[in-house]
């Protein structure tokens, strides 16, 4: 995108990616009904600019493409971000209240956010989500539920050199009717299939069924009694 002709320059590319970003609910609070949300960082061809002393090209930032470098986002914009995926292309404002009695409820809670993206772009994701569960090689393949089309993603989030990394997955379900939408962060977790693939699997199956498969409640005591930190640094 950033040396396609059509958008001039590389630093308008840049801008025009950010505007995306941000219309998907990144770089700026989404306005939760909690204190305190942090706005996590998108950063632009004027940030670059000044960081590069506009010497910068796709090269430069190339880390950005995974996640990477100077993007900065909370587990609430990922997950919000899963469940734009799960709608092809709008959101609501997240929040905790869902009702106040005999208060109507503020339309800024109920109104779609269009993110002006292409459904047809979100479905091909919603498509490799979905492999990265039921295929052969999919990273998420323990998230696999029989008689639920999960969609799905994990993450290993870097840390510093001597603790291990965070374990992190995101999902939706069902594919095409879509009911719920999490992010799990497990500190010091490790791989994301280690423990966010697992207790993302728990989650949406017990928020869907009511219950726990029989086959997979000795996972979800295993999960239970897991003691993370102790572990966290790596063995010598």
């Known amino acids: 995108m950033l040396e396609n002709k059509k958008y001039g320059t590389t630093q308008n590319a840049m801008d025009q990616w950010g505007n995306l970003m941000l219309a998907q609910g990144f770089g700026r609070p989404l306005g939760v009904d909690l204190p305190s949300e942090k706005r996590g ?6 940030s670059y600019d000044l960081m590069y002393n506009q010497r910068w090209n796709f090269f430069t930032i190339k880390s950005i493409a995974i996640g990477q470098g100077e993007i900065e986002a909370t587990p609430l914009q990922i997950c919000n971000l899963a469940a734009t995926v799960a709608n092809r292309g709008y959101y609501y404002t ?9 208060t109507p ?13 292409s459904p047809a772009h979100y479905e091909t ?3 490799g989500m979905r492999w990265a569960i039921a295929g052969a090689g999919g990273t998420s393949r323990e998230a696999n539920i029989p008689d639920i089309e999960i969609c799905g993603k994990t993450g290993t989030v870097e840390n510093n050199s001597r603790l291990k990394a965070h374990s992190f997955f995101i999902a939706f379900a069902p ?9 799990v962060v497990v500190e010091n977790g490790g791989w994301g299939a280690t423990y966010g693939v697992p207790i ?9 069924n ?10 979800e005591e295993s999960i239970k009694n897991a003691i993370v930190l102790r572990n966290a640094l790596p063995k010598k």
């Open 210 to 219: 009511g219950e726990v498969s029989p086959a997979y409640r000795g996972k």
């Open 125 to 127: 994701v919603v498509e």
């Open 105 to 117: 409820s503020d339309s800024i809670y109920t109104k779609r956010k269009h993110t002006g993206i």
């Open 175 to 183: 594919k095409d009717d879509p009911k719920v939408a999490i992010a």
């Open 94 to 102: 997240p929040h905790i209240v869902k009702k106040i009695k005999d």
């Open 200 to 208: 993302g699997r728990l989650m949406i199956e017990k928020y869907l």
């Open 41 to 46: 960082n998108i950063p632009n061809g004027k």
